[in-house]
Each structure stands twice: as C-alpha cells, then as structure tokens.
C-alpha cells in the first residue's frame, strides 16, 4: 500500500504524533473539494449545516490526526478486510452496508458496491443500500428518514 510506506517515511522525519498534514490533504481536503462552492471544510459530511456546523464548533471534531493514527488505521483496515479474518465471520451473519450516493469516503457509491462484492465472497446474507443525494454521515442528513427507514426494515427483516 503506497500511501501506508508514504506515512511511514513521513513519520520517520515528523515523528508519530506530529499532525499528518499530507493524510489530511488525501482525505478531509480532497474530501470536501468534490462540493463547491465550499461554505465551510466539513461541507462534505452532510448537506445539514446545522450538523456540520456543529461538527465544527466540537473541539473533538476536525482536527488533523497525527501520522501515527493514520498508520494504525491503515493496519486495521489491512488487517480486518484479510483472507484469514473474512473466514472467521459467520457466513449467516446479516450485514447491512448503508451509504450516500453523495458520500466521498464511499467513492459516490462506487467504493461501497466493492466492498459489498467482496464481503459476498465470504458471506450470502449482505445487503447493500444507497441513499440518493445523501453525503457521509447518513443519519445527520436532512432527509435522514430514508436511511432510519432502511435501517429499521433490515433490523425488523
């Protein structure tokens, strides 16, 4: 993974707990950079300013991680998605991937419908929903009905 050897080298001249300006450029920067023009740096977390702006005004929200919480999520997203994990799983378990079809993280879906593909390798009782005209934080968004809906008929099927 280029990006992981990409953060280690940063971290070997920065230091762990130094801010990961270049992760934070690859993510949140390029994130918000798809919804222009931008009203603020969080515009791609929901189309709700209220909930946005309130992510803002946290100051446990928003701030640039350090290069070692990158590496480390790099490493257990590496780890969790691996052969040997994916076999440990229940193939009965039922699994509901829900997402924006406005949602970055997701790639507008299409990085959902991947890992929707991938988990149906391993196991048969997967369902994927995407929401239209919905951003990442799904249940923060105006029209968050629809996804409590989903939820809520998966939860009761």
């Not at 790099?74 to 924006?100: P, Q, R, T």
């Not at 406005?102 to 048969?124: C, H, I, M, T, W």
Request: glycine share 6%; net charge positive; proline share 4%.
């Amino acid at each position: 993974m280029l990006q992981k050897l990409i953060i280690k080298i940063i971290k070997f001249f920065k230091g762990p707990k130094s801010q990961s300006h270049f992760s934070d450029l690859l993510t949140t920067q390029q994130f918000n950079s798809q919804f222009k023009p931008n009203r603020t740096t969080h515009d791609w977390l929901s189309s709700n300013h209220e909930s946005v702006d309130a992510y803002i005004n946290n100051p446990l929200c928003g701030f640039i991680p350090t290069n070692q919480l990158y590496e480390d999520l790099a490493d257990g997203v590496i780890e969790s998605f691996s052969h040997k994990k994916m076999l440990s799983i229940d193939k009965n378990l039922s699994i509901l991937l829900i997402a924006g079809t406005q949602d970055p993280v997701g790639e507008s879906g299409r990085g959902v419908e991947a890992l929707y593909k991938f988990l149906g390798k391993y196991n048969k009782s997967v369902k994927l929903v995407l929401l239209p005209e919905l951003r990442h934080e799904i249940l923060n968004e105006i029209k968050k009905e629809q996804a409590l809906s989903k939820i809520s008929e998966f939860l009761n099927s």
